[in-house]
Structure formats: structure tokens, C-alpha cells
DNA sequence: CTGTGTGCAAACACTTTGCAGGTGT
DNA sequence: ACACCTGCAAAGTGTTTGCACACAG
């Protein structure tokens, strides 16, 4: 049983060649991807259609969450543990390169920002943008 | 002359009718507003295509700057002096409140992170997430 | 007067929906 | 066997473009 199988029974989805095809492509870059980026890489037999439900899917699930840059070009990239349900946690870091376009997370915190008084703070989404270590 | 008028002068741009119109409404809303929010206060004489162009224009000349939420959702809002053109700063910080859905710019400073090595930071988006001061 | 802005219509790109048939369990 | 996936076609939504006319400077 493959791993992405495996991962798909985790989440109770069933196991379809169209939903390994895509999680394997996610296990296997390592970065966030677009939809134009999976249509790109995927075996061209499958429908556009289920590529956007299949990552709707996986977005419900919790299996891949949604990661969006400065200009609001939308990617999917999969959650780690810390993100995945029971303990959801509410910070995300993600770092997009300028020259190689493309954008993953980052294990790292947020410190602790000062608002104004009257705030609630619940979530908190840190785009970073420069030369990843790949381009340095 | 007025306010907006002059705005865009200073900007060299002509003056129209439906350039002030919109750049009012940035001026009396004090928040981010969305292609949507400014076609429905907005005079209905100004046609949806002059709309775009204008707040094409407006990016272009640093009149405004884009701003995204979490949901990729576009909105626009009006550049403070620290972000027009010369010397332009590279942190953003933005507030979308949970309850009324305002986006807004915040004048705070983001705390240095610390990245794994090899990393080049260039520009910075914090997006904070939560309830705000009106809303408390 | 000249170059730029605007409105309208149409093109375009992206995403969702309905339905019939196929597939995993 | 049944519920759920998938492909196809079509509808829906948001944005851009081409062109003729109007307007600011």
C-alpha cells in the first residue's frame, strides 16, 4: 500500500487513482502548488473538474490547507501535523522566493506583535518574500 | 480644489469625475475596500470596466496598495506616506476582523523572525486575525 | 488640439454545478 | 449493492481588451 493511499484511508477518503495521483505529487514537491501547477504535472487523462474537487476535498479534510502570496495567487500545500485538526494551531509562516517563484512553509514563530488596545487576536499569517536558500 | 482632487495632481493625473469619485471613498472609508464594496457605494453612472482601470492606475502610481485576507480576497486601500514611492518600506501589517469583515492597515512594527540560514528577506506581510476595537 | 479616459460589447480565464455513468468498499 | 467519484457540458463569475467617442489640460 502506497503512502498516499495509506494517507487517504487516514482521512477516510476513499482511494482513487485521480486523489493518489495528486497527494503523491504534494508528498513529492515540496513546496506549496497551484492549481495550474497540479494540472501542469498530472497525468493529463484527468479532468480539470476533479482536480478542483479533489483539493476541495482535501482542503475539508485537512489534508492540505490553502497557502496564498502578495498577490493573491492561490496554492495548496500540505499540513503538517501541527496544523491538522485536534490541535490546530493559529500561525502560519510561509516564505515565497522572488526568483524561483516558488513558496513553502516555515517552522518557525511569530513573536509577539503590539496592537493597539481593544484587539483580539485569534490567527496570524506571516508572508515572507526574498531569495530562498536553493537561489542564494 | 478639492481633497482628492488635489491627490491626484500630485500624482500626475488628470482629474475626472470618476477618479475623485473613487478616491473620496477611499478617503472617507477608513478601511480596505473591495473591488465589490467600492461598485455599491459608488454612483452607479461609473461603468465596472472604469472601475478596474482606475484601480489599476492608482497601483500603478502608488495611490493605493493591494490587500489580501486569507481567503485570497482582493481589497485595495489607500498608501500611508511610509509606503509611497522614494522610500518605500517593505512590512505590512493588516487586520481583517472576524465580525464585521473589515480589513484595515496597521502601523506596527513585525518583530524580527529568525530564519534557518541562506534565507534573503526582502518584504514582509503579517495578516492578524481576530476581533477589532469596534467590535470588542 | 492632443492625448488620455470612458462606456459599451465582446472576449477571456477561472470556478462551480447538474447529470449520467463508472468505481471503491 | 450502494454510496460516492468522475467526466463532460454548460452555466456562472470576475477581469481584460478593442474600439469609438468624450473630455481635461
Known sequence: MTP?????????LRSTPGRQAILSLFLRKKHALSHGDIERWLDPQYDRVTVYRTLRTFLKRGIIHKVLDDEGDLKYALCSEACSSSHHHHDHVHFKCRKCGETSCLEVEIPAVKLPRGYLVSERNLLIQGVCRKCT
Chains 1, 2 share one sequence.
Open 4 to 12: 498516499s493511499c495509506e494517507m487517504l484511508k487516514e482521512h477516510d
